[in-house]
């Protein structure tokens, strides 16, 4: 079965950086859509940035425009999520997903819907 990895979370300030890696193993990253998802305590899960697998098409969330920014490096079947600017609403548990289908990331509502394979998920803090 497909296996996701996550890492590069941790505690960081308000207004800093961290960058998150998913790794795979037993698959090839560019063969699937990727999203990058969070979940807060009490609150549901939600995709906060979703790159495609046909020509990079990459979708984000509101509350994280202009801020995180999701890449592949095929050579390393590795997807980041870059994030600047951290505000302590970022806290949250991040998991990366993956799906074989085609996700039309110019739809907000389908763009990171319905993910197959998950990691564990990492923990991201931003606290002063």
């Known amino acids: 079965q497909e296996q996701l990895m996550e890492s590069g979370g941790g505690l960081v300030q308000p207004g800093g950086s961290l960058r998150l890696s998913c790794a795979a193993s037993?698959?090839?990253?560019?063969?699937?859509?990727i999203g990058w998802f969070r979940q807060a305590p009490g609150k549901e899960r939600e995709g906060v940035a979703c790159?495609?697998?046909?020509?990079?098409?990459?979708y984000y969330s509101d509350s994280v425009k202009g801020r995180f920014t999701i890449s592949r490096d095929n050579a390393k079947n590795t997807v980041y999520l870059e994030m600047n600017n951290l505000k302590p609403e970022d806290t949250a548990v991040y998991y990366c997903?993956?799906?074989?289908?085609?996700?039309?990331?110019?739809?907000?509502?389908?763009?990171?819907?319905?993910?197959?394979?998950w990691g564990q998920g990492t923990q991201v803090t931003v606290s002063s």
């Open positions: 790159i495609t697998q046909i020509d990079g098409g990459t």
């Open positions: 997903g993956a799906t074989v289908d085609v996700r039309d990331v110019t739809i907000p509502d389908a763009a990171c819907r319905d993910y197959d394979y």
């Open positions: 037993r698959f090839t990253l560019d063969a699937y859509a």
